[in-house]
């Protein structure tokens, strides 16, 4: 063994020294922590309230120590200027505040003031900081450090340096494009589904946001992972800290629950606990609410709905049928040997002014109710009062006492307005007045009557709108999710009242709220604090915001302002090249990041096959994908969500599952459950597909092409989207257009007929001959193939033929299928034969013509199968149906029931 240098020595003499305060720091911590978990069990307190109270407390401290897990406490040295001498002090920055027994800082937590203040220092500009020193532990143990301010000394970094340092201190840390290593590592690690916090390797620009500390609402514009999520949450607990609310006050809410799921660990190895997280559907009730589509979706979640709500409910007041109560000049009451009046004109006063008071709509009724038994029982105690007075008189005094009159006349009075409150002709007027008091009942008539919401609409919204927003005819009312939000905005102006309130709330994937959402959150946080955070162009929501001032009116932001994170933690340069002619078309005005990771040879893969390989292919590109990357890495298939193209989600995930060891990391997913996750290696199956002809189809490729942060598969039967080729697309000319050629990537395609890569030719259908039909049967063969080519037209049959694709290959087959065959397994134990049904297949009638129809199939195909089978979408109809064909017709019956295949002879078909 060769001595060490004396870089080396240096070296290590400086990670023996950190390594001595971190464990210092550790041990404090556990004092700390041994330390409440008593407190736990003996809380004190004066009360069992209050011990109670304090208990929940300590737990809560205790919870935090334990949420460290194996995160390093300690991930930073800064030493500052402690006199103009040159003395400096040294101090440790980490995740948790630590003291030691004599209550001296031994480790300052990273929200601090002076922690960040330290943080942001640069080495062109240090402030008091003469040394900032990174250091990189294995949860207590210290395994190498880098020095990104060094004002005293050349860093010892420099010397004996290892490889993991080596990058690092040969580039200057203000540099943008420095990537230093700890920051590569950790963005190199595996996504396991889960989160991680980015404390250790914030960057400057991040860490501003997280502690902006400007009221209002904070905007963060920000491309695919440029850490718009990871500063949404570390601002949480810089909140938390420095404003000192409790976890409570604060609300994040994300596009849905797998994204929850995803962050959801971040804030507690943070050390906030108990911050209430919501998936955004859920804010208004049951997610399980449909949504509306299309202009409908659009009108009804404008902003412009606000007004029209608020008129419909004014419209609800029918001031004119007072006059149906009046007799005589009055409104009169009688009943149990009483009657009581009031003078139309005083009526009609009372009944402006509750209209004019500000309120909602059963206050003011309640304003009126309240005036009008007043003034009715105001007259009858007058009278009584009169006839009591003269009974008295006669009769003498009925109590002792100077107040004796008055108690009476209350007692009097409160027995007069209850009559009154409760008389049916005081109810039949409120309810002739305000004939709807409930929410749903107004939203329906709205909705469902045209001449009420012409009325309401008349100049905010076209007629062509209006008929956008009118139910049809005797349809059921579902509320949809845009309904909800307008329920809760009419359940103010009826009511009066309001959801839950915060002092702060974080909105993530903003780009995707409708303007009436982000007005409903708003009003849930009367103080405007909130951290918005979105990307303008990876909006696939019904509307599409071209600035955030935009946003801000929707909230009915006071004070505003927006930031923009320009660098991309994610995705590997190559990919965010190719995906961002698409970006730079669907929001022109919004920059592209510059991604900070390095190409990776081989990060980008397109494939082109045919329609009905689609499936086929995606399988190869698991199976290669796998074996590249082993058990670890977690991978992602983006399908459309119109899966109509080939197969659903179902089947693509059972396939999955059913080469099982490597199941768990592969996701299959379509854009809406994909926002805002990301995952080592993605395989986006036909982007033509995600696109469709929705207006914001292209901001939902975006999210697609931008979730990995490895590889990008792309395997296509349509053509590419015009974008993503350079070339000009139908929605108009590029702004820019693709750098990204095909050229430049790995493409495969493959079309039936064609030889594939590494393939043995062979002659495809269409071309007159099937693979072996004997001659002379070509005529009757193209009869039959017509005949399943009509049927094939079933979408139902073309699933169910993808299931089973599915699954053959997955048993390790490669079945054959052309024009006449719909799979052909041949092996050591002869040649099967699948002939697959669709929508009546499963009744007798439908398995006698299958059977039929796969006998012709196997004849003039020339097969000599040794299995024939029918495969029906699901469990045949009739009992015995399946013992009669194989015995009429010597063919075997296999079905889909829900994810399995069934059948008596299922195992012998499938092995
Ligand atoms: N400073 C950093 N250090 C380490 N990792 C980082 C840093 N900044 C971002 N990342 C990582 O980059 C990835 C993307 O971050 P995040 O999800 O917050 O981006 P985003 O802007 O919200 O993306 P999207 O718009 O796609 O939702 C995450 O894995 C995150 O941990």
């Known amino acids: 063994m060769s001595a060490p240098t004396q870089g080396e020595h240096s070296r290590e003499a400086v990670i023996a020294e950190e390594q001595e305060a971190v464990d210092h720091a550790y041990s404090c911590l556990e004092r700390m922590r041994a330390a409440t978990a008593k407190m736990v069990l003996d809380p004190g307190g004066a009360n069992a309230k209050d011990s109670a109270e304090l208990r929940r407390e300590h737990q809560e401290r205790l919870e935090a120590y334990d949420d460290l897990a194996d995160k390093p406490l300690v991930f930073m040295r800064v030493d500052v200027s402690a006199d103009d001498a040159g003395a400096a002090e040294s101090f440790y920055v980490g995740r948790r505040n630590v003291v030691d027994e004599e209550r001296e800082r ?87 589904g889960r989160m991680r916090d980015i404390v250790e390797t914030i960057q400057r620009e991040q860490l501003d946001l997280v502690a902006d500390d400007r009221p209002g609402a904070l905007m963060v514009q920000g491309g695919p992972g440029t850490g718009k999520t990871a500063v949404g949450l570390h601002r949480v607990t810089w909140l ?60 009804k979640s404008d902003l412009r709905m606000a007004e029209l709500l608020r008129r419909a409910v004014e419209d609800v007041v029918r001031p004119e049928r007072l006059e149906d109560f009046v007799e005589y000049g009055a409104f009169t009451i009688s009943g149990g040997g009483m009657s009581a009046g009031v003078e139309q004109a005083d009526l009609q006063r009372s009944l402006e002014v509750a209209l004019a008071r500000p309120g909602s709509l059963r206050y003011q009724r309640d304003e009126f109710h309240k005036s009008l038994v007043t003034g009715l029982s105001a007259r009858v105690i007058r009278s009584l009062s009169k006839q009591e007075r003269e009974d008295r008189g006669k009769e003498g005094p009925h109590c002792e006492g100077p107040d004796r009159g008055l108690r009476e006349e209350t007692v009097v009075d409160s027995r007069l307005r209850a009559w009154a409150e409760r008389h049916p002709r005081v109810d039949a007027l409120l309810k002739a007045l305000w004939p709807l008091t409930d929410e749903e009942r107004i939203l329906r008539r709205l909705f469902g009557d045209r001449a009420v919401l012409a009325k309401a609409a008349r100049d905010l919204f076209s007629e062509e709108e209006q008929r956008h927003l009118l139910n049809k005819p005797r349809t059921k009312v579902v509320w949809s999710q845009e309904d909800r939000v307008c329920l809760e905005e009419l359940r103010f102006l009826v009511r009066g009242e309001r959801p839950r309130r915060y002092r702060h709330i974080v909105l993530d994937e903003a780009q995707d709220l409708t303007p009436m959402q982000a007005r409903s959150l708003a009003q849930r946080c009367p103080d405007g604090s909130m951290t918005v955070l979105g990307d303008l162009a990876q909006a696939t929501g019904p509307h599409k915001y071209a600035t955030w001032g935009d946003f801000a009116r929707s909230l009915g932001a006071g004070q505003w302002h927006t930031a923009e994170l320009l660098v991309g933690y994610r995705v590997p340069r190559q990919i965010m090249e190719f995906a961002a002619p698409i970006a730079r078309r669907h929001a022109p005005g919004v920059e592209v990041p510059r991604s900070i990771r390095a190409h990776g040879a081989d990060a980008l893969t397109l494939r082109h096959t045919a329609p009905e390989l689609l499936l086929e292919e995606l399988e190869r590109r698991l199976w290669e994908l796998e074996a590249v990357t082993g058990d670890q890495r977690s991978i992602a298939v983006i399908i459309p969500e119109d899966a109509g193209i080939f197969v659903g989600a179902e089947e693509v995930a059972e396939a999955v599952a059913a080469r099982g060891r490597n199941a768990r990391l592969v996701r299959v997913l379509n854009v809406p459950e994909v926002n805002g996750l990301e995952f080592d290696h993605v395989v986006v199956v036909e982007p033509a597909a995600i696109v469709g002809d929705d207006q914001n189809g292209l901001g939902s490729l975006y999210v697609a092409l931008t979730r990995s942060t490895q590889s990008l598969s792309v395997i296509h039967a349509r053509p590419l989207p015009a974008e993503l080729v350079g070339g000009e697309s139908e929605r108009g000319p590029s702004a820019e257009t693709s750098r990204a050629s095909t050229a430049e990537f790995s493409e495969v395609v493959a079309r039936p007929g064609e030889p594939e890569r590494g393939e043995p030719e062979r002659r495809g259908a269409g071309e007159g001959e099937g693979f072996g039909a004997p001659s002379g049967l070509d005529g009757l063969r193209s009869l039959i193939e017509r005949g399943v080519e009509h049927e094939r037209g079933s979408e139902l049959r073309q699933r169910l033929w993808c299931a089973l694709m599915l699954e053959l290959h997955g048993r390790g087959h490669a079945p054959e299928h052309d024009g006449l065959v719909d799979a052909l397994c041949t092996g050591p134990d002869g040649d099967r034969l699948f002939h697959v049904l669709g929508e009546d297949g499963h009744t007798y009638e439908g398995m006698r013509q299958g059977a039929l129809r796969a006998k012709e199939v196997a004849h003039v195909h020339g097969t000599e199968a040794d299995t024939v089978c029918l495969v029906l979408p699901k469990a045949p109809e009739q009992a015995g149906a399946v013992e009669a064909v194989r015995e009429m017709f010597g063919i075997l019956v296999i079905w889909r029931a829900g994810r399995r295949w069934a059948g008596p002879d299922v195992f012998r078909v499938l092995h």
Not at 110 to 136: F, M
Not at 151 to 180: F, H, K, Q, Y
Not at 256 to 270: G, R
Not at 291 to 296: A, I, S, V
């Open 106 to 192: 031994v480790v300052i937590s990273w929200t601090s003031e002076a922690a960040v203040r330290w943080r942001q220092a640069r080495q062109s500009d240090p402030g008091d900081v003469r040394l900032r020193r990174v250091l990189h532990c294995e949860r207590q143990h210290v395994r190498g450090f880098h020095d990104e301010i060094h004002r005293a000394r050349p860093s010892v970094s420099l010397a004996g340096r290892s490889s993991l340092d080596a990058s690092a201190s040969s580039v200057p840390a203000d540099t943008p494009e420095a990537l230093d290593p700890f920051l590569a590592r950790e963005l190199d690690l595996a996504r396991d």
């Open 240 to 299: 938390l800290d420095n404003r000192g609310w409790r976890a409570q006050d604060v609300l994040v809410v994300g596009p849905h629950q797998d994204f929850l799921d995803f962050v959801s660990t971040v804030l507690p190895s943070l050390g906030s606990r108990g911050v209430r997280t919501m998936e955004l559907s859920r804010i208004w009730g049951t997610g399980a609410a449909p949504h509306d589509t299309g202009p409908r979706a659009r009108v």
